[in-house]
């Protein structure tokens, strides 16, 4: 017998391998869910050199993306800085747009609300000096103005075109000292003459006993034959006056921001 | 009148500069002031006087309500300048800063006068003498660049010439 089972030994073999894989096959398709002890073990043993491996690899791989391999990042990096590049001034351009659309939709209802023929105009560049508040405007007398027209925003009045020439015109702004327009004060109807203080504007010839107090709306009179009446000129911020002067002190904050002038309105027949 | 129109043309491009330049709480600096006092130092009255009145009225056109205020002004400023220009050294860079400073106080001076004598509305010394030393250390400023610029140019052009001479 032992020398028949030597002699058959490896096919025996053989078969009793071929018979075990088949018997514990059968029995682990019956038992499907379950994890053996062995495939515990297994899995147990072999999960750190599988991480190991794994972190190995990714590193590796890593590696030879971002260190080694760059023949098309450099290119890559440009591109999309470029795009980007191109993608902000786009963005600043939509922003601006958008401002610029809510500017000139205020002065379009502005427009619609004066009931003169208007024509408006974009601030182009400032008073040469810092004494002076003029401000150049890109309308001329090809334009149809002419010196005196009156210049509002919808916050209120600007100025009077002070120069012209064909394609460009010079605004005196109310804040210059030169300028004065006969105003009223809308609550009382107490008249005066505002007056440019560079930053600033006054009342002259208010009288001591008329009623003006802080927070009165300044309106144009309509007198003087420039600015037609009812247009917005300003605040009254303050007031002075002692029992001696027949006139008061009133101080003037203007309705209109002259330092961020950017489109204008011109009223072309504004004689009231 | 070579001369007189290089004057011009850098005086333009001074005062295109001076209205491209937002309103600053110190001032705006007066680069054609610069320009007036190099032509008290360096030019003679048949040249310097024109090109002055010039210089004025080309900031008038561009500043201001009257034609001619600047003109006046600056040729003031000039005629002074000159008046004493023999006894300076026109080379030390101290001096334009010196000039600069009583060239501002005299322009003020000059401006309120004028403005306050001769036009109708007499208001604006308040804001000149508000404004006097802001003006000042703009212009104090400008100045330094300016001669910083210049010893620049100098330095490069004498290099370059060097350069030139070699090959």
């Known amino acids: 017998m032992l020398e028949l089972i030597r002699k058959y030994r490896t096919p025996l073999l053989v078969v009793c391998l071929v018979m075990t894989a088949l018997l514990i096959y059968s029995s682990r398709l019956r038992q499907k869910p379950d994890t053996t002890l062995f495939e515990k073990a297994v899995l147990q043993l072999t999960s750190p050199l599988l991480g190991g491996v794994d972190t190995a690899t990714r590193t590796a791989g890593s590696l030879w993306r971002h260190y080694l391999w760059l023949i098309d990042t450099q290119k890559e990096n440009d591109h999309l800085q470029e795009k980007n590049r191109h993608l902000r001034a786009r963005l600043d351009k939509v922003r601006e747009y958008r401002l610029e659309n809510r500017r000139l939709s205020e002065l379009l209802a502005l427009r619609e609300r004066l009931k003169f023929s208007t024509l408006a105009a974009r601030v182009i560049a400032a008073d040469a000096t810092s004494l002076f508040q003029t401000v150049i405007i890109d309308r001329g007398t090809e334009d149809g103005l002419h010196e005196g027209l009156p210049v509002v925003v919808p916050e209120g009045v600007v100025g009077r075109i002070l120069r012209c020439s064909a394609h460009q015109s010079r605004i005196l702004l109310a804040t210059d000292a030169s300028s004065a327009m006969a105003v009223l004060v809308q609550r009382s109807r107490a008249r005066a003459v505002c007056r440019g203080r560079g930053q600033t504007l006054v009342l002259d010839f208010a009288l001591a006993k008329e009623d003006i107090a802080v927070g009165d709306r300044i309106i144009t009179s309509g007198y003087g034959g420039i600015f037609p009446k009812g247009l917005t000129v300003g605040t009254v911020r303050r007031t002075q006056f002692n029992d001696l002067d027949m006139f008061q002190t009133v101080t003037v904050t203007p309705a209109v921001n002259f330092s961020r002038l950017e489109e204008v309105l011109v009223l072309l027949d504004s004689q009231p | ?167």
């Open chain 2, 1 to 167: 009148m070579k001369t007189l129109l290089t004057y011009l043309i850098i005086g333009t491009v001074f005062v295109v500069i001076e209205t491209l330049l937002p309103q600053m709480p110190f001032g705006k600096p007066n680069l054609l002031l610069l320009l007036v006092l190099t032509l008290g130092l360096k030019e003679k009255v048949s040249l310097g006087g024109p090109a002055s009145w010039l210089l004025g009225c080309l900031q008038d056109s561009l500043a201001g309500s009257t034609l001619g205020l600047f003109g006046l002004v600056y040729l003031i400023l000039y005629l002074c300048l000159r008046s004493v220009a023999g006894h300076l050294n026109s080379e030390s860079p101290a001096l334009l800063l010196f000039l600069i400073l009583a060239g501002t106080l005299l322009q003020g001076m000059v401006l309120i006068f004028t403005l306050g004598f001769l036009a109708e509305h007499g208001t604006y010394w308040r804001q000149i003498v508000a404004a006097l030393p802001g003006q000042l250390a703009v212009n104090l400023l400008a100045a330094l660049i300016f001669l910083q610029t210049s010893s620049w140019l100098r330095s490069h052009a004498r290099h370059f010439g060097r350069k030139g001479g070699l090959s």
